[in-house]
């Protein structure tokens, strides 16, 4: 069984009369050889296992059937019983009698079994009930009385089984969908602050004593390794934190990579292809996009770092941006080891700064800094005592 399809493995049937499920998988038959398997699904059950339906594809000659025991089985089928416990036939809800809507097991409408086998027991269904439709449950009496061996599989996870019909329904299958993903998660030693409140819309890979606060949003492939801390209100998508970083609250993170024993955030976001290494600070309202910045760097507060190359041990002063898009290209800045960054900085691209320089508060800096100097680019102040505001009229 192919763990994922592309668009040439798929083929598509359109079943323009609705004559019952039994027709539609006639329609599906029509391109698929005697000797394939073949699974029976319904595209509203989304929470199906790759075991449950391993185990029901593994049946050689037979037909399998899968059920599941409800507390309330009304609107499925039941399955019948002989006497000693074979399954004899399904009987959709609205064909029921009295006695055989008592009956706790059903349907679960999926099904396998050979395409010869199943083709061959279509051909003999009627359409002799109250829809006047092709039952595909049909065919397990048929098989029966043919002496056909039929086997079933009973999955004890009623969400496993369960349909979508509307919004609320589609709702309530992500919230179990999530608590399963928490579960397991704390189950391997992750501590979440409350379950209820994670989503993990992909893949999410944690390390040994990982603690993830509330209402954080998982997408893609993230990987969390040991000793990372997740704030309150966090968004990760593809990306990588490294050992012992903590990321604050309200940090989004995309498509980048952090080194170990960083730091965050709060109110941070870092941008696709951004790669901070070990022990980097990143701290509030603080964009940093599609730049690496190196070893024990710090960037902390209400700067924008864009298209950057930043070495080590880098002090980034407040309010401070790389003007990297002049209208019409986008253009690298280089800052190396050891550079100090004065607040309020704009650092006008392409331009290099040079290990070691300091770059005064308040300037814009459009030329490359030599080695080791201080730079500093100010206008001269005014004063005018003779100024009147402008009042209104």
């Not at 269904?125 to 449950?137: C, K, M, P, R």
């Not at 928490?182 to 993990?200: I, Y």
């Not at 002049?326 to 800052?335: F, L, N, R, S």
Request: aromatic share 4%; with cysteine; charged share 25%.
């Amino acid at each position: 069984m192919k763990s994922m399809f592309t668009g040439d493995d798929l083929q598509w049937v359109h079943q323009e009369q609705q004559l019952g499920t039994g027709h539609a998988v006639q329609l599906a038959l029509q391109n698929i050889t005697a000797d394939d398997q073949v699974c029976v699904q319904y595209g509203d059950v989304p929470m199906l296992t790759a075991e449950t339906l391993s185990s029901l594809l593994n049946t050689g000659d037979k037909l399998s059937v899968l059920t599941a025991h409800l507390d309330d089985p009304f609107g499925y089928g039941r399955i019948i019983r002989s006497e000693s416990g074979q399954i004899e036939a399904i009987v959709e809800e609205r064909d029921t009698n009295e006695q055989q809507k008592s009956i706790k097991e059903i349907n679960t409408g999926i099904m396998a079994g050979k395409a010869g086998l199943i083709k061959q027991l279509l051909e003999e269904v009627g359409s002799d009930n109250d829809q006047g439709e092709i039952y595909l449950t049909d065919i397990i009496a048929l098989a029966k009385n043919s002496g056909i061996l039929i086997n079933t599989f009973t999955t004890s996870s009623e969400i496993e089984i369960t349909g979508i019909n509307d919004k609320l329904q589609l709702a309530s299958m992500e919230r179990s969908k999530q608590m399963l993903i928490a579960e397991e998660l704390m189950r391997s030693g992750v501590t979440l602050f409350d379950p209820a409140r994670l989503d993990v819309r992909g893949e999410l890979i944690c390390g040994k004593n990982v603690v993830i606060d509330i209402n954080c949003v998982v997408e893609g492939r993230v990987e969390l390794q040991d000793g990372v801390s997740i704030g309150p209100n966090v968004y990760l998508k593809d990306c990588v934190i490294g050992k012992d970083t903590v990321i604050k609250p309200n940090c989004v993170i995309e498509d980048g990579k952090v080194g170990k024993g960083a730091v965050i955030g709060p109110f941070a976001r870092i941008r696709p292809g951004t790669q901070l290494h070990d022990a980097v600070h990143i701290g509030n309202f603080v964009e940093v996009k599609n730049s690496e910045i190196h070893e024990g760097s710090k960037v902390n507060h209400l700067s924008y770092v864009g298209d950057s190359q930043v070495g080590k041990r880098v002090n980034v002063g407040a309010g401070t941006i790389t003007c990297n898009y002049d209208g019409a290209a986008k253009h690298q800045t280089v800052i190396e080891d050891d550079v100090f960054i004065g607040s309020g900085a704009e650092l006008v691209a392409p331009i290099k700064i040079a290990e070691g320089a300091t770059v005064g508060a308040g300037s814009t800096i459009s030329k490359d800094v030599e080695k080791g100097v201080l730079i500093v680019e100010r206008s001269k102040t005014r004063t005018i005592t003779d100024w009147q505001r402008p009042k209104k009229k």
